[in-house]
């Protein structure tokens, strides 16, 4: 997975934009070192289910285990007359979206990131704000303010 990212500034301030589609703040983890090295990581699960890639012996035994299960869910019927048919059919529906669902195409990325940047010299920081809203991390970093029409003497 290779986050999209946008790098901006303007007068005040360095801002990175990465887009992080389904993720929260708690997956996103970020460092900064000695060097001015900003690191920004973390992990996007899939929702895939990989059981879609089992060979012919795998679905055999998959067919076993439903066969199972379906004897397990007339016994456990039988046990709880008082589940009604509504709630069963609920349940089952739910375990079939997981085993019935092939997927024809998947264009969303998935797995670790890592990305690095490095933060310019006029960067203030101990004044590092991130803030994450609907999928996209922003980073805000401060500039350190230098005087305006300052002038500097140079020593030859």
């Known amino acids: 997975f290779n986050p999209k990212i946008n790098l901006s500034e ?8 990465a ?17 001015r090295i900003l690191t920004i990581s973390g992990e996007r699960k899939s929702i895939y289910d ?7 012996n795998d679905e055999m035994e998959t ?4 066969e199972n299960n379906e004897a397990k869910e007339k ?14 059919k609920n ?8 085993n019935e669902r092939k997927y024809s195409k998947i264009e969303s990325s998935y797995g670790k990131f890592s990305r690095l ?7 203030n920081l101990e004044n590092i704000q991130a803030k994450m809203e609907n999928g996209v991390l922003e ?6 303010e230098h005087p305006k029409n300052q002038k500097r003497s140079i020593q030859i």
């Open 50 to 56: 990989n059981s879609q890639n089992k060979s012919e």
């Open 19 to 35: 887009d992080l589609p389904g993720m929260k703040k708690d997956q996103v983890k970020m460092e900064i070192n000695e060097d």
């Open 91 to 98: 349940q089952k529906n739910e375990d079939n979206k997981n």
């Open 10 to 17: 303007d007068e005040n301030n360095y801002y990175i934009h």
């Open 75 to 88: 016994q456990e019927t039988k046990e709880n007359e008082e589940t009604t048919e509504s709630e069963i």
């Open 139 to 144: 980073v805000i970093i401060n500039k350190i």
């Open 63 to 66: 067919e076993d285990i439903n």
């Open 117 to 123: 940047f490095n933060i310019p010299e006029d960067a």
